[in-house]
């Protein structure tokens, strides 16, 4: 098997137990078996590790650093390397086995290197959403061989590709590019070639060695990140990754923000667009590069995203969202060209972009809907939830499906937190208390520079057991026995009290990391204005919390956020965690399902139809909830776990 990352990737079928190995600097993405040893996965690539023993353990140099979750350390690493390599995530490549998804950089010494928490992968095994037995991508191909007793009967070129198909496609059109070349493509190909399809259109003639060069693209429109997937349409394999930060960012951090602009510049639409669109261009680049494969090579893209970024990526003015009544342009699913949307794809390529149903939900909550099967039931009620700067919520199943959104501000990705930050290096990812102090996970496994959606959670919970933070989110010094070694923490700053995260000496800029007073209520507001949202859909529907079956999670926060901490929070109601699962990147499983099996695009259309939208600003039982809401409960029985020193909100049985 041949795995070499962006140069030349595996062609097969992901199996469910492989794993993603994402190498940085070099931004390299690898399939591995799951179990296996760095050093065997990247030993058919071209990646440089150092070492003079071939892997077997006896010489120390094949020193990587761990960015993501670390490792716990082998015996022969314990003898190679000190206490202090092990906390910094140093670990020998030949001794580590990949388990789960994971990010390494080859260069330990590189302190420069920039790793950014964004969830690229799925957690449904494409088995499940894409069986073999149903891929019937959105393009086809076709060798068709034009009989030579009917080249010469004054036939328009059209008309001799429709006879060489055969009678199903006897309605067939043309795209205007494909016209212009046919003759000439006709003629090159000596009457015997590939025909490119969609539906009963004909988008290009090719010769018959491009028959196998099928692919698709997938496009996850988040409003701070955004993902494209590369997939062959010839067996349903995901050829590649990429991913970069949403440039659109630099005119506001949120999507109301984002509004604000457009309607403040004239050309602020045309900004926010070419900036979306330069960042599409370039993880096509990327994926492209990684295949090994041509622009036209690829006749097909599926984008998804929130109504507004599915807006702003056409050009199509969101200015009716920013306000009541919210009404955006479009909430059908297009079809449109790839070129004229500003894509470098072939020339008469298309693009998908998700129907939506309303100004807040987009065509990435129709994708999570569409990827947890939550339609396809009427046995179990399912509590399905996106967070981020605006809550998604869906509720129900196949009888009655309930969707709405919930403006929860943007805390939950690190903004308006005094020392808050996006998910990338240095960001405090998670917490726990162990003997009596707070451990934080990082990510990089460098010092602390700030706090991330997932590290405020944490925080929080482990505040909320030690007694830090009381049931009206008051930060003051604890009763706790076992809370004693952090009261000195608990200092009072800009007349209001704060817990001291790191000291100066403690965080990677030498300043001080707090949480404020002011940092408690936003995440008040956030989790506040989400718990109230599922509590009106659940009045909606007439089900209390006893009767939720499962709960699933989407989105960044959705995937790194500790369960039990969000339950302690109530950030999530309080189920029994056994039933809450992530989901991983559904907006690009969802994309993926359409753009790999052309029935999924009507049952996103049907989706779109069937639910029902509750606009919570109308509700008045919003409200009330939102204020009952914002407290924290004394006791979540669902937060409760072992006291294990893995704990990351810690036992809120151990007083």
């Known amino acids: 098997m041949e795995r070499q990352g962006n140069r030349k990737p595996s062609r097969r079928r992901r199996k469910v137990n492989d794993v993603w190995l994402h190498v940085l600097p070099d931004d390299r993405w690898f399939h591995v078996p799951q179990g296996e040893t760095i050093w065997d996965a990247l030993q058919p690539s071209d990646v440089d590790l150092a070492g003079q023993c071939n892997g077997l353990g006896r010489c120390g140099k094949c020193r990587i650093k761990i960015l993501s979750e670390q490792e716990e350390p082998s015996d022969e690493e314990r003898a190679f390397l000190d206490d202090d390599e092990l906390e910094q995530g140093i670990r020998l490549a030949c001794r580590t086995r990949v388990n789960r998804d994971i990010a390494i950089s080859t260069r330990e010494t590189d302190e420069a290197t920039e790793y950014f928490h964004i969830l690229t992968t799925s957690h449904v095994p494409a088995e499940r959403y894409v069986p073999p037995s149903r891929l019937e991508p959105l393009i086809d191909k076709r060798l068709v061989t034009v009989p030579f007793s009917i080249q010469n009967e004054g036939l328009s070129n059209l008309d001799l590709i429709k006879l060489g198909l055969g009678p199903e496609y006897s309605d067939l059109t043309a795209s205007l590019h494909c016209l212009r070349t046919l003759r000439q493509s006709l003629d090159e190909s000596q ?27 997938v496009y996850d429109l988040g409003t701070s990140t955004i993902v494209g997937k590369l997939f062959s349409l010839l067996d349903g394999s995901e050829v590649g990754v990429s991913s970069c930060l949403n440039s659109q960012k630099r005119h506001g951090s949120d999507v109301i923000s984002r509004l604000h602009y457009c309607r403040e510049h004239p050309r602020g639409l045309r900004r926010l667009q070419l900036l979306m669109l330069k960042d599409l261009n370039q993880l096509t680049a990327n994926l492209i590069s990684i295949a090994g494969i041509e622009p036209e090579d690829v006749f097909i893209a599926v984008a998804a995203g929130n109504t507004t970024m599915q807006h702003l990526l056409l050009g199509l003015s969101p200015a009716g969202i920013a306000e009541a009544p919210f009404s955006p342009v479009v909430t059908d699913g297009l079809i449109v060209s790839a070129a004229g949307a500003g894509l470098h794809l072939h020339p008469a390529a298309l693009l998908y972009t998700l129907p939506m149903k309303s100004g807040y939900i987009g065509g990435d909550l129709l994708s999570f809907i569409l990827t947890s099967g939550v339609a396809e039931q009427k046995d179990e009620v399912i509590l399905g939830l996106d967070l981020g700067t605006n809550g998604e919520v869906f509720l129900g199943n196949g009888e009655r499906l309930l969707t709405c959104s919930a403006a929860a501000g943007p805390a939950l990705e690190g903004a308006r937190i005094s020392h808050g930050m996006i998910a990338r290096t240095g960001a405090i990812e998670g917490a726990s208390l162990e003997d ?57 700053r800009a007349g209001a009290r704060a817990f001291l995260v790191a000291s100066a000496e403690e965080s990677s800029h030498n300043r001080p990391i707090y949480l404020t007073q002011r940092d408690v209520r936003e995440f008040q507001l956030a989790k506040g204005a989400i718990a109230a949202g599922i509590r009106t859909l659940m009045d909606e529907l007439h089900v209390g919390v006893s009767d939720i079956d499962r709960v699933y999670l989407a989105g960044a926060l959705g995937n790194y956020v500790d369960i039990h901490s969000a339950l302690r929070t109530g950030l999530i109601p309080g189920v029994s965690p056994e039933i809450v699962r992530s989901l991983g ?8 399902m359409v753009l790999l099996v052309k029935d999924y695009w009507k049952t996103a259309a049907e989706i779109s139809r069937f639910i029902e939208h509750i606009e919570l600003s109308w509700r008045f039982d919003f409200n009330h909830y939102f204020i009952e809401h914002m407290s924290f409960a004394a006791r979540n029985q669902g937060a409760r776990r072992a006291a294990t020193g893995t704990s990351t909100a810690g036992d809120s049985a151990r007083d």
């Open 191 to 217: 009457y015997h070639g590939v025909a490119v399809l969609h539906d009963q259109c004909l988008l290009d003639w090719q010769d018959d060695e491009c028959l196998d060069r099928r692919y698709g693209l």
């Open 585 to 592: 990147n559904a907006a690009s499983t969802g994309a993926a």
């Open 436 to 492: 009596g102090e707070i451990r934080y996970r990082v990510i990089g496994n460098v010092k602390p520079e700030g706090i991330c959606g997932s590290g405020l959670v944490a925080l929080a919970a482990v505040l909320l057991d030690c007694g830090i933070i009381d049931q009206d989110g008051q930060i003051r010094p604890s009763r706790q026995r076992r809370a004693q070694n952090l009261n000195e923490r608990v200092i009072a």
